[in-house]
């Protein structure tokens, strides 16, 4: 058996690999003592694109510059995209490690591969163990390949000289009982040593390491508090505890919990690496766990706004990651928008109040409500707000899909009509609101685009405030006054959003005028409720 630690390159996704030498020279101290036997201390990598720490290139002489304990073997990672390709494997391979294993600190190489590039970086490994190296390869995202898949991958690295042959649960969705079966296909060609690196989006990490270790395979992979991308690892504190118990020998934890309470827990308070619901939907549906990092980093994704990703990427398939893709889902309309309510009917040359759901509409109640029993403006409100008498509200607005779908109880005690995209939801979100009066206005979504139809429109966002500034100036509203939109702190990116897109509204020539009558962070003109009595 074989315990490798890879903390400081899997983790290295959270602080840009960005550790310093005392924590390095600390965590080492600490895996000696918890008798870890490999450490994967980082990449080596080419490329160079904004500030990553030095366990983005471990190099030589970073690792010359620590305090690595007899007895402790190193390994860095390589992934395998920045191998094949072009021509020139050995030529790449010989400016990754210039040195020899015999006058590096390195010990072990791991060559993290899609299937894809399995069968062209497969000859690294002799290039390796021509240099001295312990060679491994990580296949990722095997949980889905058949078993022939499988079974030809092994075929072919039992070809070359690789030492250990891993393959990882890149999405998180495998069980005790996929962990056998993609073992047993494996084993129909391969006869070597195995590895298992698992991620922890169904909390079955360890359970999933410790199925493997009863079947044969001797490399075992965790990190400190489960660290890494997405949902994490299996626990390194959890797995030696086991391992010691298995080879009946002794370890200390004291060094690695004491390093656990000084860093990396303050650091997974502020970075949230661990399952949760989130990550446990994408293991069940295959997704790749980054996307979920990626919304849960963002601000501007609220929790429908990932539910509904993960919705969607179950649909249309999210294995791969990429960021078009994730900016994509937040836009839940597609095809020609339609709809068969005209606005007009409702909001022509009147003065609309718009109530968003930021606390500046519970604040100023009582001022909100003399002046809508003394200027008789429409009022609409957006989502469920409700701070304000019900029988002040003459109609509601909403448009995202999750949100309706969770809000629906909220809506059938609520008595005002819904002015939503009808026609354009999903049957199942559409069958809940049976018996409700929807006001059916449609919507698609394109960039840096309103358009204001009588039956539909055109917006840069699908937000709710996008959506309800649309339908009043299709309406022809004489002016929106709004209050409850309280904005973020200057630095949150949904600040950003909603200054671009109130931008893009007032610079379009059929807008309406718009009055922040509540305190707003926004860039908005603005003037206060309590002014407004005469």
Known sequence: MKVLDCTLRDGGYYNSWNFTASL????????VAARVDVVELGLRSFINKGFKGPNAYTTDDYLESLEIPAGLDVAVMVNAAELVG??????KLGRLFPKAASDSKVDVVRIACHVHEFKEALPASQWLKDKGFTVGFNLMQVADRSPDEISELAKEASQYPVDVLYFADSMGSMTPTDTLNI???????WKGPMGVHTHDNKGLALQNTMTALEQGVEWLDATVTGMGRGPGNARTEELVIEAADIRKTELNLVPLMTLIREFFQPLKAQCGWGSNPYYYLSGKYGIHPTYIQEMLGDSRYSEEDVLATIDHLKQEGGKKFSFNTLDATRNFYVGKPRGNW?????????????LGTGPGVADHRQALESYIARHKPVVVAMNTQSALDQSLIDVRIA?????LLADRDHYSELPQPLITPASMLRDDVKAAFEGKELLDYGLSVEEDTFRFDDYACVLPSSLVVCYALAVLTAGSARRILMAGFDGYSADDPRNAEMNTILSLYQDHDQSREILSITDTRYEMPAKSVYGMMG
């Open 183 to 189: 073992l047993g296909h494996f084993r129909t060609h």
């Open 86 to 91: 072009e021509a020139g494997l050995e030529e």
């Open 342 to 354: 005209k606005p007009s009917d409702r909001f022509a040359d009147r003065e609309v109040l718009l």
């Open 399 to 403: 448009c995202h899909p999750v949100r």
């Open 24 to 31: 390095a020279n600390a965590y080492l101290k600490a895996m």
